[in-house]
């Protein structure tokens, strides 16, 4: 351990519990109040395990557990540790959409490390915004940090049947329409498809932004890929507790780690898992809280250059993260791509990405695929511009039916979810497959929140006749384990008056994936015409924390953050001095 950097008397709670005033005999005296000798916590790092814990997260169900073994770790170390409980955001529960509570939690995670007297933290989350909104306030706060993942959920399981998080949901819900499903069996799959603690287990955004937290340095080698209930998680966790302490001696705080490199290590490995599009808002939003102006074309561009290689759903054809783990898991895969990564990024052991990685091994070469044999050689993710997304929008090229690579057809536009919602339960709609469904006003400010609507439900007048695909575009987000011929994430949104807010039904849109364009068929004097006919829709929230939101959040492509949460927004206080 190289302890030269810090001594006692340099940490940051030191000038919570050192000093001979009354201040500090204030502190004192409650740790004290709460059971604590001095030695027990003076001249010592003290370390916040930041839990996203509450009993409607059901992903993070063995946090309390969990939160034992980091603790047992930081003792075991020298250290002295504190839970400090922060926002759960849980996916499955959260109304209108968890996304809205993103940079909520990213706020408390700054604001918990800045006003208390850690000098480490460790952050436990998992369930999609939880990865991001955790290490997103921990870079501002600038304090050591390990990210401990929930691990995914085991495999579901109805009947003999393998279940995955989501997709299956949307697969069967699809049969159910379709009248090909029993109401036994659909209590079975509900029953089957999560049956233990942990993160959704397909390739969804919690698995993606939990391996783009390993391949950012961020994570102990390995960690994102264990189960949640394997026992090697519980020994990750005294791990990640035991680790700390020596970060916080050795001063390793996140800016030595979150580099250009870093951040392309975990753009790379994205794109190589099939990566969640969420991802992109993510990563954007994470990168530029580290100074690194991180760019949609430059994803499109490693997106081209990528092969996907984790064989895992929705975008890999068979497994499951459980299967990924048996495999070798993420440090695996990244030995795979090596060639592909900066392995002299420095990581959260104190060594580089390179050497994290030595020893990995491929165990199943069907589920983590060699360079070779990619489940696609490229496309986890295209970045599309055009007339109806001059900053952008985004596809999964690799979800989606080819046939809809170079498409054209009449526009179905609707304004509300609601609205949509009517019409594609009417049997009688008008509507063919060659047409395009388009939701408008569920973008970032829209939304407000940008909502997962974005794999809009294929119409029941074409389930009915046995379509399972056709071409959607919104300006929403849509679920990491949805999949389906999607554009999403259309910016600037029709809330702010982007073009989107200008389209028509029947209006004909053409798609041409390998020319990365989308647009409107519609000539420029009339879009100038509608332009000047636009008036903005009224916002939802006008008063709260919503109000807050739809004022400050940013466009799709800038990552969603708030515009004062932003590292070039302003001067900030800094440190406590009272
Ligand atoms: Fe928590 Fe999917 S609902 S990760
Ligand atoms: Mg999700």
Same mark, same amino acid.
Request: proline fraction near 6%; charge should be negative; aromatic fraction near 6%.
């Given at each position: 351990?190289?302890?030269?950097?810090?001594?006692?008397?340099?940490?940051?709670?030191? %000038?919570?519990?050192?000093?001979?005033?009354?201040?500090?005999?204030?502190?004192?005296?409650?740790?004290?109040?709460?059971?604590?000798?001095?030695?027990?916590? %003076?001249?010592?790092?003290?370390?916040?395990?930041?839990?996203?814990?509450?009993?409607?997260?059901?992903?993070?169900?063995?946090?309390?557990?969990?939160?034992?073994? +980091?603790?047992?770790?930081?003792?075991?170390?020298?250290?002295?540790?504190?839970?400090?409980?922060?926002?759960?955001?849980?996916?499955?529960?959260?109304?209108?959409?968890?996304?809205?509570?993103?940079?909520?939690?990213?706020?408390?995670?700054?604001?918990?490390?800045?006003?208390?007297?850690?000098?480490?933290?460790?952050?436990?989350?998992?369930?999609?915004?939880?990865?991001?909104?955790?290490?997103?306030?921990?870079?501002?706060?600038?304090?050591?940090?390990?990210?401990?993942?929930?691990?995914?959920?085991?495999?579901?399981?109805?009947?003999?049947?393998?279940?995955?998080?989501?997709?299956?949901?949307?697969?069967?819900?699809?049969?159910?329409?379709?009248?090909?499903?029993?109401?036994?069996?659909?209590?079975?799959?509900?029953?089957?498809?999560?049956?233990?603690?942990?993160?959704?287990?397909?390739?969804?955004?919690?698995?993606?932004?939990?391996?783009?937290?390993?391949?950012?340095?961020?994570?102990?080698?390995?960690?994102?890929?264990?189960?949640?209930?394997?026992?090697?998680?519980?020994?990750?966790?005294?791990?990640?507790?035991?680790?700390?302490?020596?970060?916080?001696?050795?001063?390793?705080?996140?800016?030595?780690?979150?580099?250009?490199?870093?951040?392309?290590?975990?753009?790379?490995?994205?794109?190589?898992?099939?990566?969640?599009?969420?991802? +992109?808002?993510?990563?954007?939003?994470?990168?530029?809280?580290?100074?690194?102006?991180?760019?949609?074309?430059?994803?499109?561009?490693?997106?081209?250059?990528?092969?996907?290689?984790?064989?895992?759903?929705?975008?890999?054809?068979?497994?499951?993260?459980?299967?990924?783990?048996?495999?070798?898991?993420?440090?695996?895969?990244?030995?795979?791509?090596?060639?592909?990564?900066?392995?002299?990024?420095?990581?959260?052991?104190?060594?580089?990405?390179?050497?994290?990685?030595?020893?990995?091994?491929?165990?199943?070469?069907?589920?983590?695929?060699?360079?070779?044999?990619?489940?696609?050689?490229?496309?986890?993710?295209?970045?599309?511009?055009?007339?109806?997304?001059?900053?952008?929008?985004?596809? !999964?090229?690799?979800?989606?039916?080819?046939?809809?690579?170079?498409?054209?057809?009449?526009?179905?536009?609707?304004?509300?979810?609601?609205?949509?919602?009517?019409?594609?339960?009417?049997?009688?709609?008008?509507?063919?497959?060659?047409?395009?469904?388009?939701?408008?006003?569920?973008?970032?400010?829209?939304?407000?929140?940008?909502?997962?609507?974005?794999?809009?439900?294929?119409?029941?007048?074409?389930?009915?006749?046995?379509?399972?695909?056709?071409?959607?575009?919104?300006?929403?987000?849509?679920?990491?384990?949805?999949?389906?011929?999607?554009?999403?994430?259309?910016?600037?949104?029709?809330?702010?008056?982007?073009?989107?807010?200008?389209?028509?039904?029947?209006?004909?849109?053409?798609?041409?994936?390998?020319?990365?364009?989308?647009?409107?068929?519609?000539?420029?004097?009339?879009?100038?015409?509608?332009?000047?006919?636009? !008036?903005?829709?009224?916002?939802?929230?006008?008063?709260?924390?919503?109000?807050?939101?739809?004022?400050?959040?940013?466009?799709?492509?800038?990552?969603?953050?708030?515009?004062?949460?932003?590292?070039?927004?302003?001067?900030?206080?800094?440190?406590?001095?009272?």
């Amino acid at each position: 351990m190289d302890t030269s950097k810090k001594k006692p008397e340099d940490l940051r709670s030191a %000038r919570w519990f050192a000093p001979d005033d009354l201040r500090s005999f204030g502190h004192r005296s409650r740790m004290m109040q709460l059971g604590y000798a001095e030695e027990d916590f %003076r001249d010592k790092p003290v370390i916040g395990i930041l839990s996203t814990w509450s009993e409607l997260n059901t992903c993070h169900s063995h946090f309390p557990e969990r939160v034992k073994d +980091v603790k047992h770790g930081v003792l075991q170390a020298g250290g002295f540790a504190v839970e400090m409980p922060a926002l759960s955001v849980d996916e499955s529960f959260t109304k209108p959409t968890s996304m809205l509570y993103r940079n909520m939690l990213a706020m408390e995670t700054e604001e918990i490390i800045r006003s208390h007297p850690l000098d480490g933290v460790v952050l436990m989350g998992g369930c999609d915004k939880t990865t991001p909104g955790l290490v997103m306030g921990a870079i501002s706060a600038g304090v050591p940090m390990i990210f401990l993942p929930a691990g995914p959920m085991l495999r579901g399981n109805y009947a003999g049947k393998i279940l995955g998080s989501g997709s299956d949901a949307w697969k069967y819900w699809d049969e159910r329409r379709a009248g090909n499903i029993t109401d036994e069996e659909w209590l079975g799959i509900q029953g089957g498809i999560a049956r233990s603690a942990g993160t959704c287990m397909t390739m969804g955004t919690a698995s993606t932004m939990t391996a783009i937290a390993e391949a950012l340095g961020l994570s102990l080698p390995g960690a994102s890929s264990i189960p949640a209930v394997d026992s090697g998680h519980q020994r990750m966790g005294s791990a990640c507790g035991r680790r700390i302490v020596e970060m916080v001696w050795e001063d390793l705080t996140p800016d030595r780690i979150l580099t250009d490199a870093a951040v392309n290590n975990a753009a790379t490995v994205a794109m190589a898992t099939g990566c969640s599009t969420n991802a +992109v808002v993510h990563l954007i939003a994470m990168a530029r809280r580290a100074g690194v102006d991180l760019k949609l074309d430059d994803l499109d561009e490693l997106g081209r250059v990528t092969p996907l290689v984790a064989n895992v759903r929705p975008a890999g054809k068979n497994y499951l993260m459980e299967d990924f783990y048996y495999a070798g898991g993420l440090r695996a895969l990244m030995k795979q791509l090596e060639d592909r990564l900066d392995c002299s990024a420095m990581t959260v052991t104190g060594r580089s990405m390179g050497e994290n990685l030595e020893g990995a091994e491929v165990f199943n070469d069907d589920v983590i695929r060699p360079l070779s044999n990619p489940v696609y050689h490229e496309g986890s993710l295209a970045v599309l511009r055009g007339n109806l997304c001059p900053d952008g929008a985004v596809i !999964k090229p690799a979800a989606c039916d080819p046939r809809f690579h170079v498409h054209e057809g009449p526009a179905l536009v609707f304004d509300s979810y609601p609205e949509m919602k009517k019409a594609i339960d009417d049997e009688n709609l008008d509507v063919t497959p060659d047409h395009v469904l388009v939701l408008r006003n569920a973008g970032p400010q829209g939304g407000p929140g940008f909502p997962e609507w974005g794999m809009l439900p294929i119409p029941k007048a074409l389930i009915k006749k046995g379509h399972r695909d056709m071409l959607r575009i919104s300006d929403a987000r849509m679920s990491g384990t949805s999949y389906g011929a999607c554009v999403l994430h259309v910016a600037p949104e029709s809330f702010v008056g982007g073009p989107l807010a200008l389209l028509k039904t029947g209006d004909i849109v053409r798609l041409d994936l390998a020319n990365r364009r989308l647009d409107m068929l519609v000539d420029d004097a009339e879009l100038d015409r509608r332009r000047a006919e636009w !008036k903005s829709p009224e916002r939802r929230f006008e008063r709260g924390y919503g109000y807050m939101f739809s004022r400050h959040v940013t466009q799709a492509d800038q990552g969603c953050d708030f515009d004062f949460l932003q590292t070039d927004f302003g001067h900030t206080a800094g440190e406590p001095d009272i």
